[in-house]
T-cell receptor
Framework: AQKITQTQPGMFVQEKEAVTLDCTYDTSDQSYGLFWYKQPSSGEMIFLIY??????QNATEGRYSLNFQKARKSANLVISASQLGDSAMYFC????????????FGTGTRLTIIP | DTEVTQTPKHLVMGMTNKKSLKCEQH?????MYWYKQKAKKPPELMFV???????INESVPSRFSPECPNSSLLNLHLHALQPEDSALYLC??????????????FGQGTRLTVV
C-alpha cells in the first residue's frame, strides 16, 4: 500500500519569500510518480508539478520546483517568490505505475501568504 | 483545451431525491475518476473508469452509481443519499500510459448538500 505524509497542517509566509512544503511517501514499488496539486477555496484541484521515480533531475515549472530525495523518500515542493495568489491548500499525491490509475493524496498543507 | 467541466456547481437534494452529477472532458483522456472530498480532508477516490469500463470501485455504497456513456462523459447517479454524503465531488481525467506518469486534470467540483 502507498502512503503520503504531509506534516505541516498550516504555514504562514511573508509575500515574496520562498516556501518549502514537506512531503514524504512510502511505497514498495520501484516505479511511481509524485504530484503536487493546489486547491484554492473555489475547490478546483490545479496540477502544479510532477516527478517520476526514475527522473534524475528535480522537476521545475516556473516558480515551482520539486526537491526530490529518493533515498529519503521525500518530495518537497518549493515555491519561490511567493505571491498572495499562492494562498491555498496544497496536496502531495502519488501514483504507482503499471496500470494502477489510483492517485493517493496526503492530508494537505494550508498555505497563507501574508502581505 | 485542458478542461474538465462539471455540472452542476452546487446541488441541494433531499434524502428521497434522485439526481445526477455530470462531467465532461475533450482532451481524449481514457481514464476518468470520481473523488469525494469532505471539508478540510484530502480527496478520496470513489471510482475509476479506464476505456469506458469500471476498473476501480473503492467499496462505495450502492446509492452512488457511476456511468460512463462514452469516452468524454462521466456521470454519477445519486439516490437515497444521507446527510453525511454532503461533500465536494470532484471529477478528473488523465491519459492512460501504463506507466503512471500522467497528471490528472480536475474539474471545479460539485458541492453537494443532502438535507
Amino acid at each position: 500500500a502507498q502512503k503520503i505524509t504531509q506534516t505541516q497542517p498550516g504555514m504562514f509566509v511573508q509575500e515574496k519569500e520562498a516556501v518549502t512544503l514537506d512531503c514524504t511517501y512510502d511505497t514498495s514499488d520501484q516505479s511511481y510518480g509524485l504530484f503536487w496539486y493546489k486547491q484554492p477555496s473555489s475547490g478546483e484541484m490545479i496540477f502544479l508539478i510532477y516527478q517520476g521515480s526514475y527522473d534524475e533531475q528535480n522537476a521545475t515549472e516556473g516558480r515551482y520546483s520539486l526537491n526530490f530525495q529518493k533515498a529519503r523518500k521525500s518530495a518537497n515542493l518549493v515555491i519561490s517568490a511567493s505571491q498572495l495568489g499562492d494562498s491555498a491548500m496544497y496536496f502531495c499525491a502519488m501514483r504507482v505505475n503499471f496500470g494502477n490509475e489510483k492517485l493517493t493524496f496526503g492530508t494537505g498543507t494550508r498555505l497563507t501568504i501574508i502581505p | 483545451d485542458t478542461e474538465v467541466t462539471q455540472t452542476p456547481k452546487h446541488l441541494v437534494m433531499g434524502m428521497t431525491n434522485k439526481k445526477s452529477l455530470k462531467c465532461e472532458q475533450h482532451m481524449g483522456h481514457r481514464a476518468m475518476y470520481w473523488y469525494k472530498q469532505k471539508a478540510k480532508k484530502p480527496p478520496e477516490l470513489m471510482f475509476v473508469y479506464s476505456y469506458e469500463k469500471l476498473s476501480i470501485n473503492e467499496s462505495v455504497p450502492s446509492r452512488f452509481s457511476p456511468e460512463c456513456p462514452n469516452s468524454s462523459l462521466l456521470n454519477l447517479h445519486l439516490h437515497a443519499l444521507q446527510p453525511e454524503d454532503s461533500a465536494l465531488y470532484l471529477c478528473a481525467s488523465s491519459r492512460m500510459t501504463g506507466t503512471g506518469n500522467t497528471e490528472a486534470f480536475f474539474g471545479q467540483g460539485t458541492r453537494l448538500t443532502v438535507v
